[in-house]
């Protein structure tokens, strides 16, 4: 893995060539980057042309965070089947793509009646893939997907899927917060 040695146009359009892909032509429009003193933040991202979206880093630490797995994108209890506690099946594969892999385990700390399987799960993707998972990450992308649910719901006049009322949901969510540790809970 290499990171861009500045976040210029220039860095951007020699990475790109780099990696095999003719830009020839193609406009580069680079997103603000100023402000980002932390090396963990040093990533952003560009249009190039109207085909392709960028995705870079000029620290070493933002480098990793960015660097993109193939995920199913829709992880939940619906597209998996399990059998004596073993995961057996994962289905419906028309949202997968490229992601960080703290999105695809977002919907993770919904499945069951804690966090554990968010944690076997990362567990075992540390081991397997030497990279580590951010569990405030991941927290971060499921609040969001939990609170959209509640709302696009609530707003259809669609029940909660378990029949439980909004309150409850966010009720669970500052629960599994706490449980790992994260945010101000």
């Given at each position: 893995?290499?990171w861009l040695p500045e976040p ?41 042309g109207d085909a392709y979206v ?132």
């Amino acid at each position: 893995m290499r990171w861009l040695p500045e976040p210029s146009p220039a860095a951007v359009r020699e990475a790109v060539r780099a990696a095999g892909l003719d830009t020839h032509g193609l406009p580069l429009s680079l997103r603000e980057v100023d402000g980002r003193d932390e090396p963990l933040w040093q990533a952003s991202s560009a249009l190039l042309g109207d085909a392709y979206v960028v995705k870079f880093a000029w620290s070493e630490p933002a480098a990793r965070r960015v660097v993109p797995v193939l995920c199913h994108s829709d992880l939940h209890g619906d597209n998996q089947v399990w059998s004596g506690g073993d995961l057996r099946l994962v289905v419906d594969f028309e949202t997968a793509g490229w992601a960080q892999p703290e999105y695809d385990l977002r919907l993770l700390p919904g499945i069951g009646s804690g966090v554990e399987l968010l944690r076997a799960t990362a567990a075992h993707y540390e081991r397997e893939s030497g990279r580590e998972v951010d569990l405030a990450r991941v927290m971060a992308w499921h609040v969001r997907s939990v609170l959209s649910d509640a709302l696009w719901r609530c707003a259809a006049g669609v029940p909660l899927p378990d029949g439980r009322m909004p309150a409850e949901w966010t009720d669970d969510l500052t629960a599994r917060l706490g449980t790992l540790g994260v945010g101000p809970c």
